[in-house]
């Protein structure tokens, strides 16, 4: 069975601090797709990046960035010099083929000015 | 290019009565998943349309159905609503070649009294 697992339930940081949300994935397929989202409070998931399993290389786009590990299971989620406009519930993701997501419990982002 | 959407955005409906949410995916894209979003159960998928095909589908009870049309745009219904279908109802649109990027509309909030 497939299973996502977000430990942090809620982080709280100062803008301008880094923050890193983890995700921990289970999955018997060789083949699999990890994604995040964000989820602001106006309730629309926004796609923030997808990754198959065979890419392990680190992706980098503005203050975010990925790292992702086979060996642990893991694709961390980091936002480098946080801003209050980044407060939201990030949600990790699996799929295994189709388009059927599995979701973890999301991790609630807040940022202080 | 327009994004997904979803109408109505909000909903309120009683017990044992029945309900119609409508999706429009981003044009050229032919695949329309639903997902139900409660505080107690997180994200989780209901089923997935692919040329007015259903292609998948999660463990919700015969009460919950959907369908597709040519045009790709999809429904889901609820008959004879209970309370614990109050949730948030989002609807993805894909491309629909397995395991693509979904993009999500706003989602439509169903309050069942």
């Known amino acids: 069975a497939q299973k996502v697992t977000q430990a942090q339930t809620e982080i709280s940081v100062v803008e301008k601090e880094d923050v890193t949300l983890d995700c921990v994935y289970e999955t018997r397929d060789t083949t699999y797709y990890l994604f995040w989202y964000k989820q602001p409070p106006s309730g629309e998931l926004v796609f923030l990046i997808r990754r198959n399993s065979f890419d392990e290389q680190n992706e980098i786009s503005g203050r975010y960035s990925w790292n992702f590990q086979k060996s642990t299971s893991s694709f961390n989620f980091t936002i480098t010099a946080s801003q209050v406009v980044d407060s939201a519930v990030y949600f990790c993701a699996l799929t295994g083929g189709t388009d059927k997501l599995i979701f973890g419990t999301g991790t609630r982002l807040q940022v202080f000015p | 290019k327009a994004g997904v959407t979803q109408t109505p955005r909000y909903l309120i409906k009683t017990r044992g009565q029945q309900v119609t949410l409508s999706c429009s995916p981003i044009s050229g894209h032919r695949s329309v998943s639903w997902y139900q979003q409660t505080p107690g159960q997180g994200l989780q998928f209901l089923f997935e349309y692919f040329s007015e095909t259903q292609r998948n589908k999660g463990n919700f009870p015969g009460r919950f159905s959907g369908r597709q049309f040519s045009n790709s745009r999809s429904e889901m219904n609820v008959s004879t609503l209970e309370l614990g279908d109050s949730a948030l109802y989002l609807c993805?649109?894909?491309?629909?070649?397995?395991?693509?990027?979904?993009?999500f509309g706003p989602g439509t909030r169903l309050t069942v009294l």
């Open positions: 993805a649109s894909g491309v629909g070649t397995g395991a693509d990027t979904q993009y």
